[in-house]
Structure formats: C-alpha cells, structure tokens
C-alpha cells in the first residue's frame, strides 16, 4: 500500500501537506489539495481512519446490539439509526445476540443470557465505539440488564425502572386511542385478543383499553378478553370463541396484527362480512395489514423515530450535551384502514 511519502513525491507537496489535507485540520489552496487528491487516487490510497480518528479522541463509531436482527421491529429501528447516522458522518457495528428462539414466548428468559450480552458489550468496546444502543425485541420494562460503563448507553423499545436512558414508544395511550376510535364508531360491544396474560404489552394496552372504555360509559367483561401467543392460529381460535358468545362483539381489537389476520379468518367460517358485520382492527401495521382484504385498521409504531431519536440521544451523550438520563416516550397513530366502520347494531 502506498505511504504518505509516496502521495507527497508525486503532488510535489511536504508530507505534512498531505496530512493536513488528509485530516482536514488546515486550510490548504484548492489547488493543492487537488494534487494530493490526485495522488492518493492514483496510488490507490487508503487512510487509516481508526488510526486517525483516534489521534483525534474520537473514534466516530456507534455500538448497536440487537436481541434479534428478525424481530419485526429491529430492521426499522437500525434503518433510522443509519438515517442519522449519514448526516453525523458516524458509523455503527452492529451486535446480533440471536435470541429469539431461546427466550421466546417467556422474555423473562433472557436473565439467562446476561453472559452473552456482557460478551456483545465486550466486543464492541473492543471496537473502540464511543456509545451503544441496546435495541429489544419486544417493548418491556428493564431493570439492571448491562453494568454501568464509562461510555453512554441508550435503550431503544423498551423503558427502564433505573436511571437510564431510554426510547420507546406509548402502548396504554395506543390503545386507549384505538378503542376511542372503535367507540366513535358506534361499537359498544368490543372483544380483545390480547397476547401472553403476563406480557408486558399486553397488559400495558389492556390498561389504556379499559380507559378508554370507561371514559365512555363502559367496561370489559371477562368474557369479551382472550389471550393468545401472537401469532395467527391462535387469533383465529381466540376470534371463534369470542364469536360464540350469546352477544358476540360487534368489534375485535387483536393486539397485533398476526392474530388480527386469524381473525379475518373466523369471521370468514360464521359468514360475517368485515367490516359491515364485523370490525377488526389490529396493532403494529405490519407489511400483512395493508395486504389483508380489506385492509386492516392498525396502529403505526414509531419504529424508524425511535432510532433516530435513539441516536441523537446517544450523539447528545457522547458530546456531553446531557448531563442526566433521557428518558422518551413517543406517540403512535391510528391507521385507518377497510376493515372497520360503523357498528351493526347504530345502523
């Protein structure tokens, strides 16, 4: 590879030229300093910039560790991370832990893998980043999950009991928003499909439905509450036995869109028609909610935001432009879509 020697011999210039255009920290002629690019183009130059960056303190470089790169929620959080990433002229290593399918369903699990998260943390410290990001799979409180360090760290989907910082995004609001929604409808009647009973978003949303509905005038009967795993069949089966009842809802909330799909699918096999005998509205607007026929009503996570809010909190500490723990809740949106309308029985 060539040396700086080289570059300066061929663009007539001093070596100490050369760095200074290199490292941008003197003010060189433009004419200069396109001989010196020149150079560096034709002897196929490459600068060590973790060399030069850390002669400067700075290594220009985030750590971002995700419990599941799968995770539906993951891509879009990295994706706004990067966004930001751009403008600041920083660059990230990002950590993978895999953990998936060895904590799924029961998150409480990942207690077990603290060993594997502290190696994740060690890697990247090895890469000499300047702060980390620690993305969830799922929306949970934490507690004491990594140690204390001398670099800043920023949750992002999830919140924290400790003074940590943290992004997420408003589950009990989200829902009491959704079902004021179906209530402006019409719908007094409004069954639910939650995920695991102990889940975290599930009870978190459970909470701002019964707000919501007291607010009104109304309340949840247990008969109107099941609880399924997430996923499709289970919303299917949680839909038919809500649909057996002596006085079915005239709407279901499916706390996620997959089992807001099974829910298509039940009101298919009692030959009701969505919306107009049946509303349905689910939660997250996953790709398979616009795809569904009609189109799902959901809620629009701020995922992207979150990682770029998540970002600039993590810029912010490493700049020491804060002095305290940030702690951020951002609002959803309601999308409404086909598959809702006015309740059968205001008609």
């Not at 109107?224 to 002596?246: C, F, H, M, P, T």
Request: some cysteine.
């Amino acid at each position: 590879m060539a040396t700086i020697k080289e570059i300066a011999k061929m663009a007539g210039v001093s070596t100490a030229t050369v760095s200074y255009v290199i490292n941008g920290t003197k003010k060189i002629s433009d004419k200069t300093t396109k001989r010196v690019n020149d150079a560096i183009q034709a002897l196929n130059f490459t600068p060590n910039t973790v060399a030069m960056n850390l002669r400067r303190g700075k290594t220009y470089t985030i750590g971002v560790i995700v419990e599941d790169i799968r995770c539906f929620p993951t891509p879009d959080i990295i994706n706004g991370i990067g966004e930001e990433l751009e403008k600041a002229k920083y660059q990230m290593v990002v950590h993978d832990l895999h953990l998936y399918e060895k904590i799924w369903p029961d998150y409480t699990k990942i207690s077990k893998y603290t060993d594997r998260i502290k190696k994740g943390v060690q890697l990247l410290r090895q890469s000499m980043v300047s702060g980390i990001i620690y993305v969830c799979m799922h929306d949970r409180v934490i507690h004491d999950l990594i140690e204390p360090m001398d670099i800043p760290l920023i949750y992002a989907y999830s919140s924290c009991t400790n003074e940590r910082s943290f992004i997420t995004y408003d589950d009990l609001n989200s829902a009491k928003m959704m079902v004021q929604y179906l209530i402006s409808l019409g719908h007094t009647r409004i069954g639910v499909i939650g995920g695991y009973y102990d889940a975290y978003p599930t009870q978190t949303r459970l909470e701002g439905i019964r707000l919501a509905l007291s607010e009104n005038g109304l309340s949840l009967p247990d008969e109107y509450i099941r609880y399924g795993d997430w996923e499709y069949q289970s919303g299917y089966d949680k839909a038919v036995e809500l649909l057996k009842a002596n006085e079915p809802p005239t709407a279901i909330f499916a706390l996620n869109d997959i089992m807001a799909a099974g829910c298509y699918h039940a009101a298919s096999e009692f030959g009701l028609k969505i919306p107009d005998d049946l509303s349905i509205a689910g939660f997250d607007n996953r790709d398979i909610s616009r795809y569904l026929y009609p189109s799902l009503t959901t809620m629009n996570l701020p995922l992207q935001e979150i990682g770029k809010q998540a970002l600039m909190m993590l810029l912010d500490s490493i700049n020491d432009e804060v002095s305290h723990p940030q702690k951020i809740t951002l609002p959803c949106q309601v999308i409404t879509r086909n598959s809702t309308a006015k309740s059968i029985l205001t008609l």
